[in-house]
């Protein structure tokens, strides 16, 4: 039995599709820069923009989590 690192299949396979965890970064960035949603206008049904903006992004944020998974989960797969 082996003690090696990876438990994935040979050939590397396992890390073919890694790359995609940088889009993770889009949600972390976009709050990060706080200027950039520092607003009141637009609003949206009467919520600011500051607030609607943030609850926009976690849905995002899911969605790609969700696309990430897809793509590493397919990968594992092949």
């Given amino acids: 039995m082996s003690h090696g690192g990876s438990v994935g299949p040979v050939g590397g396979a ?4 890694h790359w995609i965890r940088l889009i993770l970064l889009l949600p972390f960035l976009a709050m990060a820069w706080v200027p950039s949603y520092n ?3 637009p609003r949206l049904a009467g919520v ?5 903006y943030q609850i926009l992004w976690i849905l995002l944020a899911a969605l790609l989590v969700a696309i990430v998974y897809r793509v590493e989960h397919r990968s594992a797969e092949a």
């Fill in 39 to 41: 607003a009141v206008e």
């Fill in 48 to 52: 600011p923009f500051f607030y609607w």
């Fill in 14 to 17: 396992r890390h073919s599709a």
